[in-house]
């Protein structure tokens, strides 16, 4: 008995002081996602129009020409240009419409749709941003036009689930660069 009371007091006194360290239960939370600021660079092509983009994203060709994609690695975002010349205003308000069909096919899985319009008569761009909150495929939507000749639409999307408020720090990231182009766009042919 006196060795078994001999024992216990020895793991005793080894489990209390054999331990230096401290530990702190940590509280759940979530990754912070933080973007450095954005330096923008102008897009040059044969196409009719320039604008300024993001240095965190690349442009990769698509097979029609004046189709872009800008994608930010660092995201796993996408933001799909589409170019359409039009020929009169019934088959740029047609051009439009189909734009925005888009997002009224979100609405089935989008909590919000927010529009934002945008008018420089100085460099003849009108256009409207739309952001799609909840769990809808796209995030971002957009046109712009000269109202006569020009339509450039724009889709973002990300290659992962569409959890909002996970993806709001990048997709509000994505957004101010979607305006930054929406304001530097220029038409060659006006």
Known sequence: MKKTIVIIAGLTFLG????????????????????????????????????EYSDLSHELKKEQPCWFTLHYPQMKANIYLTYFPAEGSVDLASKIKDSERIIQEQTVKATFISPQEFE?????????LFELGGESAV???FHATDSL????????????LPN????RPAIQYVKRDVVHLIETLEWKNP
């Open 16 to 51: 209390i002081f054999s331990c230096k360290e401290e530990f702190d239960i940590k509280p759940i939370g979530q990754v912070r996602l933080e973007y450095p600021n954005p330096d923008y660079q102008k897009f040059e092509s044969d196409c009719p129009f320039t604008f």
């Open 120 to 128: 420089f008569p100085d460099k003849k761009v009108y256009g409207t």
């Open 139 to 141: 995030n971002l939507q």
């Open 149 to 160: 000749n020009n339509l450039l639409t724009g889709s973002v999307y990300f290659s992962t």
């Open 164 to 167: 909002y408020d996970s993806l």
